[in-house]
């Protein structure tokens, strides 16, 4: 299992694979104490900027594993870039690191070997719980969904046991309502489906509640690509890194989202690293 960690704008990542990763969730959510995952991408990174204790509740977490190409280009940028004083040179790597990513893709994955996104590890875990003897709960996304990601879950991985489901709200006042039916589950796994922060939050407060629950893990839209909700982009163009590209053209409505988590997060990148000299 590798320890290797790598930090960007304050924040830690596992450097694993998807294979490692699963064995970890697995062994994790197999054993006696309590632990969480959390699923960081750019977008993370900026939010813990300004957010303190989301930055707090990822830094400790059991693993971080990399979901996003910006994560292990910012990676890669800071590593080429460590031993350079000139901020010319550090703009132009800047520069040349991201335009090089489309046609060499397997440039930008050697500080941090692999991304591992929530959504495959996700389908991961549910294809080995029942060889593991683990049960499941699938919480939130909107209403419908989660029932729908259960009969789909069922019929692709015969015999996995998800044992409960719930929508619900990352609102306070719904906590006591969905912990108690997720202790009732007696599930050991539970994915949560609120988007960063509110879910990686969520599982911090309220992790301890549920000690049935070995292994939480905030997942994003995972449920809504399982459902078919949305849809993933091509595998071509995530490996590319042009995943933001057909997300654009999907959902229109996240250009703010798509901007910041390419245009604001590079830009904070190169001023990050022109301005601070402890770069990792
Ligand atoms: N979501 C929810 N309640 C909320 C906010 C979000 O159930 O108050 C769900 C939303 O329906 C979606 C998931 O959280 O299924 C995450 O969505 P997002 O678009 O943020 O995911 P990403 O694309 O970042 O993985």
Known sequence: MSENLVHILGVKFDNVTLKEALEKAIHLAKSETQHYIATPNPEFLLEAQKNPEFKKVLNESDMNIPDGMGVLWAAKYFNITRNSHSKTVKFLKWLSSLLIIPFHPKYIHT??????????????????AKA??????????????????????????????????????????DEHLITEKVKKSEAQILFVAYGAPQQELWIHRNLHKMPNVKLAIGIGGTFD???????RAPKFMQKTGLEW???????PSRAKRIYNATIKFASLILKENITSSKSS
């Open 111 to 128: 500080v941090l070997k692999e991304r591992v996104t929530g959504a495959d590890l996700m389908e991961q875990i549910c294809k080995h």
């Open 132 to 173: 593991n003897n683990l049960k499941i709960f699938l919480l939130g996304a909107r209403e419908g969904t989660v029932e729908k990601v259960k009969e789909i879950l069922e019929a692709k991985y015969h015999g996995i046991k998800i044992t409960g489901t719930f929508s619900g709200t990352p609102k306070i006042e």
């Open 225 to 231: 690509f399982i459902a078919k909700i949305r849809k």
């Open 245 to 251: 590209l057909y997300r654009l053209f999907q959902e």
